[in-house]
T-cell receptor
Framework: GAVVSQHPSRVICKSGTSVKIECRSL??????MFWYRQFPKQSLMLMAT?????????EQGVEKDKFLINHASLTLSTLTVTSAHPEDSSFYIC?????????FGQGTRLTVV | DAKTTQPPSMDCAEGRAANLPCNHS???????VYWYRQIHSQGPQYIIH???NNETNEMASLIITEDRKSSTLILPHATLRDTAVYYC???????????????FGKGTHLIIQP
């Protein structure tokens, strides 16, 4: 069964609004989680590393004020896309390590209209 | 940039073995070879990993060359559900490893033909 769960799996929002995506580790604690973005016909690109109890670290070119990450507990990280625009439409995927193995959520398809 | 090179696409007949190659000529001594696959509109799924010995599990076999510069993932009896993008990734594992995000290349789009 799944060890990392993402919610929602699909969301449509209006341009200018904010969207929150949740990533949960099931039956294990994850002090670190990772957020990826995948555009159509492209590979996954790491956006940021979410650290429990401290600030997230962002990859070059990723706006930290636009993609807010909160990792308030050992089993939950959230990614909030603020003031979403159509170019933010993408497939967002989270990941966590359990026993040094990477497990991925099922992904969230965000469509901004 | 990804440290691996894979063919962009491959076809395989259903029921036959699918052999997916990966070149990782700059692999370091402490880096493992990992394989993941991504079925359309889903998150990646772990398949198998190895350091230098060949590995087999219920999903696949991994053959790593003696010089570790390349490897082959083998799906012994491919089914239509194996159609996916397969990613070969090299990374450090074990103590001190597994704390970084993964670098995905373009992968191989494997299409299983009925």
């Amino acid at each position: 069964g799944a060890v990392v769960s993402q919610h929602p799996s699909r969301v449509i929002c209006k341009s200018g609004t904010s969207v929150k995506i949740e990533c949960r580790s099931l039956d294990f604690q994850a002090t670190t989680m990772f957020w990826y973005r995948q555009f159509p016909k492209q590979s996954l690109m790491l956006m940021a590393t979410s650290n429990e109890g401290s600030k997230a670290t962002y990859e070059q070119g990723v706006e930290k004020d636009k993609f807010l990450i909160n990792h308030a507990s050992l089993t939950l990280s959230t990614l909030t896309v603020t003031s979403a625009h159509p170019e933010d439409s993408s497939f967002y995927i989270c990941s966590a390590y359990r026993q040094r193995e990477a497990f991925f959520g099922q992904g969230t398809r965000l469509t901004v209209v | 940039d990804a440290k691996t090179t894979q063919p962009p696409s491959m076809d395989c007949a259903e029921g036959r073995a699918a052999n997916l190659p990966c070149n990782h000529s700059t692999i370091s001594g402490n880096e493992y070879v990992y394989w993941y696959r991504q079925i359309h509109s889903q998150g990646p799924q772990y398949i198998i990993h190895g350091l230098k010995n060949n590995e087999t599990n219920e999903m696949a076999s991994l053959i790593i060359t003696e010089d570790r510069k390349s490897s082959t993932l083998i799906l012994p009896h491919a089914t239509l559900r194996d159609t996916a993008v397969y990613y070969c990734i090299v990374r450090v594992a074990g103590p001190g490893g597994g704390a970084d995000g993964l670098t995905f290349g373009k992968g191989t789009h494997l299409i299983i033909q009925p």
